[in-house]
T-cell receptor
Framework: GENVEQHPSTLSVQEGDSAVIKCTYS??????FPWYKQELGKGPQLIID?????GEKKDQRIAVTLNKTAKHFSLHITETQPEDSAVYFC??????????????FGKGTKLSVIP | SAVISQKPSRDICQRGTSLTIQCQVD?????MFWYRQQPGQSLTLIAT?????????ESGFVIDKFPISRPNLTFSTLTVSNMSPEDSSIYLC???????????????FGPGTRLTVL
């Protein structure tokens, strides 16, 4: 089955600096890569995703890059703010029934933004 | 966007008892899933809740321990049976939309149910 490795497990940055979280996957059939943000006491919230036919996607301060050959993808957060502090999960997905994707998650990165 | 809610939000239960968790979406969805998230850990898929048929369980999870129902397109339940302290976790439901309020190609999560078994 799919195996997703995520690094680092914890990350502390100064407010305004950039944060980068990296993930690798093992199954070449995976073709969908979402990132989720989980705040304390809440469920994971989708923040950005990318498909295997795209190398990079950006949404304001958040960007994701994908290297399909190397089987790794990364989340980049620029100009970090204290409200970016949370646990971030990457996931790799392959299509299952009804057009959805079955997801395998990384172990998460706890990001702390220091004011 | 659509809202996914879960009940209860948290519970403390005694060993050997069972707890049923409800997941309600305020619009019709295609797929619904149940995950377990142990403290400080990642999300592990328990099963896919199929509307009108038996759930599809992942390796290591069985129907007798985690019976699941999905009577319609907006609602599902997960029961954690004969609980032990090792079942203490956050249980999360997720859903894939029809394209109206939720996308068809990704999963949206509820807030989770925090279960503690004594």
């Amino acid at each position: 089955g799919e195996n997703v490795e995520q690094h680092p497990s914890t990350l502390s940055v100064q407010e305004g600096d950039s944060a980068v979280i990296k993930c690798t996957y093992s199954d070449s059939a995976s073709n969908y890569f979402p990132w989720y943000k989980q705040e304390l006491g809440k469920g994971p919230q989708l923040i950005i995703d990318i498909r295997s036919n795209v190398g990079e996607k950006k949404d304001q301060r958040i960007a994701v890059t994908l290297n399909k050959t190397a089987k790794h993808f990364s989340l980049h957060i620029t100009e970090t703010q204290p409200e970016d502090s949370a646990v971030y999960f990457c996931a790799a997905g392959r299509r299952s029934g009804a057009g959805s994707y079955q997801l395998t998650f990384g172990k998460g990165t706890k990001l702390s933004v220091i004011p | 966007s659509a809202v996914i809610s879960q009940k209860p939000s948290r519970d403390i239960c005694q060993r050997g008892t069972s707890l049923t968790i409800q997941c309600q979406v305020d619009s019709q969805v295609t797929m619904m899933f149940w995950y377990r998230q142990q403290p400080g850990q990642s999300l592990t898929l328990i099963a896919t809740a199929n509307q009108g048929s038996e759930a599809t369980y992942e390796s290591g999870f069985v129907i007798d321990k985690f019976p699941i129902s999905r009577p319609n397109l907006t609602f599902s339940t997960l029961t954690v049976s004969n609980m032990s302290p090792e079942d203490s976790s956050i249980y999360l439901c997720s859903a894939t939309g029809t394209g109206a309020n939720l996308r068809t190609d990704t999963q949206y999560f509820g807030p989770g149910t925090r279960l503690t078994v004594l």
